[in-house]
């Protein structure tokens, strides 16, 4: 207790901190913290929902979804950017076409998109799902488009691009990847990707408040999306992330992912044995990439197993973890651009809740 109460001193400036966050297993410690970023001017507002064992343990809103307005955050309504975290979803929906047989993943990528240019080798769609495919990442600033791009037309930014190596035997985490992933389950389906997500995944999940943005449409609870500079947070630059949707273009709420982290612990969602597979970490020359299908897959500092993912985005930043040892579900998310506070989330925040339910 005595290393967190120094921490709050050092980091946050404050000799005088409330009696009750000294206290033992206590959530107002979290409260305090999370206050603190708010009051810090390090992030402008969040959303933050921690269930244990499907209950809420602690779900509350911070700062502002706009601050020229003042509009409160609510966890269970506030739309944010999930960044990132959309791989999951995406994955979700990947796995149910798995299930189904609609898709292989160990089947070619052209199978099911024949008229994307020939490499200079194969790659599966296993590949593409756990980013050991050869792809490019982003050049410049591909990762800030504005340009009302289908998934099948935004292939033209990168499909003459040559493989970074050959598939299998190296790992470039990109969104690319997942672009063409969400290409092939189109393709595989006969549906749209959105529609397929919708009917398969966010309908059966009562997930209501995840959804594609549209950069033409401001939804009601829709934050206002910020980047950080030194002068303060200005609203950030307009994108339009429908052709990426399944790598980084979702909306959703804090208590929305946390259903998702919840269906995947409670195994309600997809069969035991896909869902494994999609939740194991690949290997490259025997070690592992710590990255499953669509889902990062990994220990915290403490050696504590996790699965889930880190989401930053113009506008959007999110941490949603599962920790199935421990039934603990974690979806954050924030309306700022990267805020850097990841490595005092990991070393402090998430701790005080192993803190809590010991």
Do not use: C
Not at 26 to 54: C, M, W, Y
Not at 108 to 124: A, C, E, H, R
Request: proline share 6%; charged share 20%; glycine share 8%.
């Amino acid at each position: 207790m005595q290393r967190l109460l120094n921490y709050f001193r050092k980091v946050f400036g404050s000799e005088k901190v409330p009696e009750e966050v000294y206290t033992h297993n206590s959530l107002e410690q979290v409260d305090f913290f999370l206050h603190q970023l708010i009051n810090q001017e390090r992030i402008p507002g969040l959303a933050n929902t921690v269930l244990k064992k499907g209950d809420v343990l602690f779900q509350k809103g911070y700062g502002y979804a706009d601050l020229a307005k003042k509009t409160p955050v609510y966890p269970e309504k506030t739309l944010f950017r999930s960044a990132s975290a959309s791989k999951p979803i995406a994955a979700t929906a990947l796995a149910k076409m798995v299930s189904e047989g609609t898709i292989d993943l160990d089947a070619s990528f052209y199978q099911y998109v024949p008229y994307f240019p020939k490499k200079g080798f194969d790659f599966t769609i296993r590949q593409l799902a756990s980013h050991t495919a050869g792809i490019r990442g982003y050049k410049g600033k591909e990762y800030a488009l504005n340009k009302p791009l289908t998934i099948k037309g935004s292939i033209d930014i990168f499909k003459n691009d040559p493989l970074l190596f050959a598939p299998g035997s190296g790992y470039h985490y990109n969104s690319f990847d997942w672009v063409l992933v969400s290409l092939a389950m189109q393709e595989a389906s006969g549906i749209s990707f959105t529609d397929y997500v919708e009917k398969e995944v966010l309908k059966p999940l009562r997930m209501k408040n995840t959804l594609p943005e549209e950069p033409e449409i401001t939804f009601p609870n829709q934050a206002t999306f910020y980047t950080k500079q030194r002068s303060g947070f200005k609203i950030a630059t307009t994108v339009d992330n429908r052709f990426k949707l399944a790598g980084g273009g979702y909306l959703s709420t804090s208590s929305d992912l946390a259903k998702l982290g919840q269906a995947y612990l409670d195994q309600k969602i997809l069969p035991t044995k896909v869902q494994q597979e999609f939740l194991t970490s690949m290997y490259i020359n025997g070690q592992p990439t710590y990255y499953g299908l669509g889902w990062q897959v990994s220990e915290d500092r403490f050696r504590r197993p996790y699965y889930g993912h880190v989401g930053n985005g113009v506008g959007g930043y999110s941490n949603f973890f599962v920790y199935p040892e421990h039934e603990l579900v974690f979806a954050m998310l924030i309306n700022s651009t990267d805020p850097k506070i990841q490595e005092v989330l990991d070393a402090n925040f998430y701790p005080l809740f192993f803190e809590i339910i010991k």
